[in-house]
């Protein structure tokens, strides 16, 4: 019996996407819209668009904590710019820079925190208490305290880091 690589592929893609369906009926998902500076709230049972709030320039990266109450927003100040265009001929506002706070009950910004210039993806540690942050302009990663916005550590790394992956080992 000859089985199709295609239709066992297509078979395991669809059982997939109706477990994931069924696993996020309890779910909020929310995801930052970089373009158009908001962030987007969807309804995991229904997959309706429930909210959209502003939440600051090119809005990135976003994760929310372990406990569910508060998720968290990497905000750019840097433009975005052509392939082939000079980066430093385009105006970068670096006080727009930050991690944005949200409050996932009333759906807006709370607060913004400075974590560095050009901040991209992170990631938040399994306890919940920090996060990992890639700082582009800087090529750093810088760890912060989520209770306190404050700055624990930066580490040089090389140039434009994007992403950050956290072993909770």
Known sequence: MRFSLWGIA??????VMCLAKAESTSYLVFVSNERSGDVSVIDGATDDV????????RPRGIHGTPDG???????????RV?????????????????LGVIDPVTRKL???WHVGSDPEQFAISKDG???FIANEDDAS????????????GKVKVSAEPEGVGVNPA
């Open 50 to 57: 429930v909210a959209t709030f502003k939440v600051g320039k």
């Open 69 to 79: 109450t508060r998720v968290f927003v990497t905000l750019s100040g840097s433009p």
């Open 141 to 152: 990663a810088l760890i912060v305290d989520l209770n306190s916005g404050q700055p624990r």
């Open 129 to 131: 208490k920090f996060a």
């Open 110 to 112: 709370i607060d913004r």
């Open 82 to 98: 052509a392939p082939g265009v000079d980066e430093n001929r385009a105006p970068a506002d670096k006080s727009t820079d930050g």
């Open 10 to 15: 297509s078979f395991v893609v669809g059982a």
